[in-house]
Each structure stands twice: as structure tokens, then as C-alpha cells.
């Protein structure tokens, strides 16, 4: 059974930095791409970015470029996602995402349970 | 970017009604559209991909159709358990975009 399981819910403080954990399971991590998409509080869903584990680069969207980072450890087959500095606009659910490769596109076939973060002072 | 347009935003319906929700994208996306079921407080799941395909494990009164730049999602029966906020979603290039939710009430 494919499983994504995320870590816990955080609080910080803005400025802040912070790094939230997604484990793969029940598949091979390394052969799919791995993403995030951000839901703020009451609202819709933001794809944020995907990577291919142990592969080249992460793809951000330009709305999330230089504002998070993307990662992932194929050998512990967990993705990341970090910020360096925090922002309360930073509040919401974070989930991560696996996208299943079909024809020539690639489709969220599996989600995480997803990540609340709230940043405030 | 190619934006995504749903309609309606919300949409009160009764079990056993049949509703058609539309996505529109803002060019062309051949058939690369998807659609999702969220319910409160929990994560997103995959219901139609490449516009017409049921994934596995999900009710056959869930269809999808269109090509190009406009898309419905069908339900043909509605049941208890469907109502929720629906998604489309574009998968044809990066970044990707989802339209903003159509809320499904009683």
C-alpha cells in the first residue's frame, strides 16, 4: 500500500527557519516525482514544486521560486520541504504529493495527510 | 502560466441529482486535466486524469470529458458522501494550476 506520511504540525515564529518531512512508502520512492502543494487557511490548492529523488534539480512554480526549497533523500526515501526565513503569510497546510507519470504527463495520484504550519508571533 | 476557471464556485444539490461542474483553461491543454475530491480536513484525492479515465477505486457515477480548453465533470447520482469541494486541475505543463474549487452542498 503507497503511503505518504508527513511529519507534525509546527509553530514558529516569523523569521524563523523550519524543514517539514514527507516518508514514502509502499513503492519506489526514487522512480517517481515527489511535490508540495500549499493550502492556505479557507482556500484552494497551490502546486509549489516537484523533484525526482536522487535526480536532477527541483521545478518550482515562479509563485514559490527562492521562497521555499525543495529536497529529497532517496536513501531514506523522504522528501522535504524547507524555509529559511518564515513569514506569517507562510500559515497554512502543506501537503506532500506523488505524481504518477502517465502518456506524457504526470498526475497526483497519492497525497500525504498534510502538514499544518503556523507561523506568528 | 495557464489558469483554470471553475464553475460554478458552489452548487447546492440533492442525493440523487446529477451535477456537471466545468473546467476552463486558459489555452489549450490538449487532454491533460484532472480532477479531485476534497473533503474537510483531509487530503485531496484523485477522482478523473487525462480528462475521461476513472482511477482505480473510485465510483463509476464519476465521469469526465472535454479536449482543448473546456472540461465537465459528471456525477451522475449524487450520494452523501460526494458532497465536497472539486478540483481541476492542468497537468500539461509546469507550473501546474488548479482552478479554485467548486463547492458541493446539500
Known amino acids: 500500500e503507497v503511503q505518504l506520511v508527513q511529519s507534525g504540525a509546527e509553530v514558529k515564529k516569523p523569521g524563523e527557519s523550519l524543514r517539514i518531512s514527507c516518508k514514502g512508502s509502499g513503492y519506489s520512492f526514487a522512480t517517481f516525482w515527489i511535490g508540495w502543494v500549499r493550502q492556505m487557511p479557507g482556500k484552494g490548492l497551490e502546486w509549489m514544486g516537484i523533484?525526482?529523488?536522487?535526480?536532477?534539480?527541483?521545478i518550482y512554480s515562479p509563485s514559490f521560486q527562492g521562497q521555499v526549497s525543495i529536497s529529497a533523500d532517496k536513501s531514506i526515501s523522504t522528501a522535504y520541504l524547507q524555509w529559511s526565513s518564515l513569514k506569517a503569510s507562510d500559515t497554512a497546510m502543506y501537503y506532500c504529493?506523488?505524481?504518477?507519470?502517465?502518456?506524457?504527463?504526470?498526475?497526483?495520484?497519492?497525497w500525504g495527510q498534510g502538514t499544518l504550519v503556523t507561523v506568528s508571533s | 502560466d495557464i489558469q483554470m476557471t471553475q464553475s460554478p464556485s458552489s452548487l447546492s444539490a440533492s442525493v440523487g441529482d446529477r451535477v456537471t461542474i466545468t473546467c476552463r483553461a486558459s489555452?489549450?491543454?490538449?487532454?491533460?486535466l484532472n480532477w479531485y475530491q476534497q473533503k474537510p480536513g483531509k487530503a485531496p484525492k484523485l477522482l478523473i486524469y487525462d480528462a475521461s479515465s476513472l482511477q482505480s477505486g473510485v465510483p463509476s457515477r464519476f465521469s469526465g470529458s472535454g479536449y482543448g480548453t473546456d472540461f465537465t465533470l459528471t456525477i451522475s447520482s449524487l450520494q452523501p458522501e460526494d458532497f465536497a469541494t472539486y478540483y481541476c486541475q492542468q497537468s500539461y505543463r509546469t507550473p501546474v494550476h488548479f482552478g479554485q474549487g467548486t463547492k458541493l452542498e446539500i
Open positions: 489555452q489549450s491543454i490538449s487532454s491533460y
Open positions: 504529493a506523488r505524481h504518477w507519470q502517465v502518456g506524457g504527463t504526470r498526475v497526483i495520484d497519492y
Open positions: 523533484m525526482f529523488p536522487g535526480d536532477s534539480g527541483p
